[in-house]
């Protein structure tokens, strides 16, 4: 079982930007790949960056040239740096994590909101 521990979300006005990190129990070198999904109210899951074991990175077409996916591997920690934020960017945001046995595991979730 791995646990995905997930902070930075919070208010912030249209603009502006928001750091999320996502600490997982185990090491990041035995999960597959890691990412952020969110969801909205009424909305469906959507992916919104994702980097795998090897370092390489996709995001959603909504965010593109705006979020970007890093890692800290002394730290063990995936961020998701948010820039450039808009109102439809407040949703949910999950981190997720893949075992490499494809087993896929959530954390908890965080709160963006974006002003306007």
């Known amino acids: 079982q791995v646990q995905l521990v997930e902070s930075g979300g919070g208010l912030v006005q249209a603009g502006g930007s928001l750091k999320l990190s996502c600490v997982p129990s185990?090491?990041?070198?035995?999960?597959?790949?890691m990412g952020w999904y969110r969801q909205a109210p009424g909305n469906e899951r959507e992916m919104v960056a994702a980097?795998?074991?090897?370092?390489?990175?996709n995001y959603g077409d909504s965010v593109k040239g705006r979020f970007t996916i890093s890692r800290d591997t002394a730290k063990n920690t995936v961020y998701l740096q948010m820039n450039s934020l808009k109102p439809e960017d407040t949703a949910v945001y999950y981190c997720?994590?893949?075992?490499?046995?494809?087993?896929?595991?959530w954390g908890q979730g965080t709160q963006v909101t974006v002003s306007s």
């Open positions: 185990v090491s990041i070198f035995v999960l597959n790949t």
């Open positions: 997720n994590a893949e075992s490499l046995l494809r087993t896929p595991y």
């Open positions: 980097i795998t074991l090897a370092g390489t990175t």
